[in-house]
């Protein structure tokens, strides 16, 4: 099987789960890089010709999902229900904030998380169904907090700046939460009132900024994918810098990069 049939198949495997979820009444949600090539079709090739792991093999290698903790014995069900194998020493260590799947064959796992994300800086998308940000979009987060989480890691690698070079050019910018589009509103909010989060994002999106004057003379990015996702990094930049921020986040910018800013994933994940 070539690699882009394997993601294929990945993708197909996944919306039938979500899809499954819907059907019995429960908010499941793709996040991670498949979400960000399920909500950019029209950019595969750009996914394919930046190949985000290397070695010219399959893009993807397991999948990532988001639920409300209140629903996540129904989500359980519904795994189980398709022959998906509950990880329990991982459930026993971290189900208060993940659950770990595995795919029948063995194939590749699926790491489902809570509605409160937290990982190098927190994303809350709560509080509950009906009141909670997971229902904004389908079959995924939406655009705006698809950026959030990869802009949250502390230690970004570059398949994570390909992933957000991919979102960028494939979504035009809001302020608001409108259709297909990058909310600058959801952006600014989340980053005014943690400046930890907001020190890592701005630098992530520098290196966005770098990588992509890279990709661009290695010519993995034409003219135009250069151009417009340096439009969209900058004004990002802008509009974070000029939405006001919390007494909170005023207080910890006194500190500064003195204290740590950031949590270990390790001490979470693995």
């Known amino acids: 099987m070539t690699p882009e049939l394997q993601d294929e198949g990945l993708i197909r495997d996944a919306l039938r789960i979500v899809e499954e979820a819907r059907r019995r009444g429960v908010v ?6 498949l979400a960000i090539r ?24 397991d999948v990532d ?44 796992q699926i790491d489902l998380f809570f509605e409160r994300l937290r990982f190098s800086h927190d994303l809350d998308l709560g509080p509950g169904p009906g009141e ?16 959030l989480e990869k802009l949250q890691i502390h230690e970004i690698d570059e398949k994570d700046i390909k992933d957000l070079v991919v979102l960028l050019r494939g979504h035009r910018l809001s302020e608001g939460e409108e259709g297909d589009s990058i909310s600058l509103g959801r952006v600014a909010s989340v980053l005014s009132r943690d400046w930890g989060f907001w020190y890592d994002a701005k630098a992530n999106l520098r290196k966005v900024l770098e990588f992509s004057r890279r990709y661009r003379e290695e010519g993995l990015l034409g003219e135009e994918d250069l151009e417009d996702v340096t439009s969209k990094v900058e004004e990002i ?32 994940i693995r």
């Open 237 to 268: 930049l802008r509009y974070v810098d000029e939405t006001p921020k919390t007494r909170e986040w005023l207080r910890r910018a006194r500190v500064g990069t003195r204290k740590r800013w950031w949590r270990e994933v390790e001490e979470l």
């Open 132 to 147: 909670g940000r997971l229902e904004l979009d389908y079959p995924t987060l939406t655009p705006a907090d698809l950026l």
């Open 28 to 33: 499941l949600r793709l996040m991670g890089a």
């Open 65 to 108: 999902m988001v639920t409300y903790r209140s629903q996540r014995e129904a989500a359980h069900r519904v795994f189980t229900s398709l022959g998906y194998r509950p990880d329990r020493l991982v459930m026993a260590y971290f189900g208060e904030s993940r659950f770990l799947y595995h795919h029948p064959q063995g194939l590749y």
């Open 38 to 61: 399920v909500h950019t079709p029209e950019f595969s090739e750009l996914y394919r010709r930046l190949s985000r792991l290397g070695g010219g093999g399959s893009q993807f290698t």
